[in-house]
């Protein structure tokens, strides 16, 4: 199983700091000459790319499995969609030159689309979100993960592309500490001493709402999400690469008791402020390949 038309940092299994910048489109005409600065720009590996359905109907092709988030509503629970034309992740070690590095694409960028939100993140204790549980643990590896994340078998300017959810999570750390180590334990399902799974973890556990495995078919994702936090409000900017849609929108269904009525603990302390889907496209030559967009 290969990779190497992927962007490479959607394998990369550390990042040290992260900044993401999400764009409206406000310029359609002669929208190609901002496209090919993404090629010149975007490495894929420092930076990688997701481009929304606004932006892909602007230019009347379609790309197969592409269409925009879905507003969904449970229980006590609403998950916004708040859909980009256009998603960047620029991964780093300094915060400074994340932000420098933003400045200049958001400039070349600004004849075709506006800047509407950025946010820093940060790798905490190798690999855990702020409530102090371990983020992303069974997350697949190898082989496995390109399965999960890259398309196969689709043709050329679609292999090695990659669908990717993305969705910014506020904490209640009042609410957390509310609980004692058991209730928070029972909430995610795992024992935050050893991050191991046990027995008699409720139904509402987050463990057995997203156990990718107990789903048919199986919904594998391959998460690189990492937390954020801006004066004293914080939280988890999610981040999950699949080979379609399908396993993250199985997974978000069941959390917010769509398929069986029980909703996820997690949603006891958190809850989502945004959502938008996009296809981060194959790499050709070092430079995205925007064949499927007529682009070459």
């Known amino acids: 199983m290969t990779s190497h038309n992927c962007q490479p940092g959607i394998l990369s299994e550390e990042t040290r700091m992260a900044r993401y910048l999400s764009f409206q489109l406000i310029e359609e005409a002669d929208i190609e000459t ?23 109907l602007s230019l009347s092709v379609t790309i197969p499995g592409l269409h ?20 960047l992740w620029l991964r780093g070690r300094d915060r400074g030159e994340l932000f420098h590095r933003s400045r200049v694409l958001t400039e070349r960028l600004a004849v075709h689309f506006e800047l509407v939100d950025a946010i820093d993140s940060f ?39 990659s669908f990717v959810a993305v969705q910014q999570w506020l904490h209640d750390f009042d609410s957390l500490d509310a609980m004692d180590e058991a209730e928070r334990d029972d909430v995610i399902g795992r024992h935050i001493a050893d991050n191991e799974e046990f027995d008699g973890a409720p139904q509402s556990a987050h463990v057995k709402r ?12 391959l998460r690189r999400s990492m937390p954020w936090a801006e004066e004293m409000s914080a939280g988890l900017v ?18 917010i008791g769509l398929e069986d009525g029980i909703t996820d603990g997690l949603f006891r302390f958190t809850h989502p402020l945004s959502g938008g889907y996009y296809w981060c496209p194959p790499m050709k030559d070092s430079r995205l390949d925007l064949s499927a967009l007529n682009i070459e």
């Open 238 to 255: 999610f981040v999950a690469f699949g080979k379609s849609f399908d396993a993250y929108e199985a997974i978000l269904k069941r959390m």
């Open 123 to 161: 790798q905490y204790d190798k690999n855990r979100d702020l409530s102090g549980y371990e983020d992303g643990t069974e997350n697949p590896s190898g082989d496995e993960a390109i399965a999960a994340a890259i398309v196969q078998g689709h043709g050329e300017g679609l292999d090695g592309s």
């Open 68 to 87: 925009g988030f879905p507003a969904l509503s449970g229980k006590g629970i609403a998950v916004p969609s708040t859909q980009a034309a256009l998603w």
């Open 210 to 221: 997203a156990a990718q495995e107990s789903f048919e078919p199986e919904a594998f994702i």
């Open 34 to 56: 901002s496209l090919r600065v993404l090629q010149a720009d975007v490495d894929g590996d420092k930076t990688v790319a997701g481009l929304g359905q606004p932006l892909i």
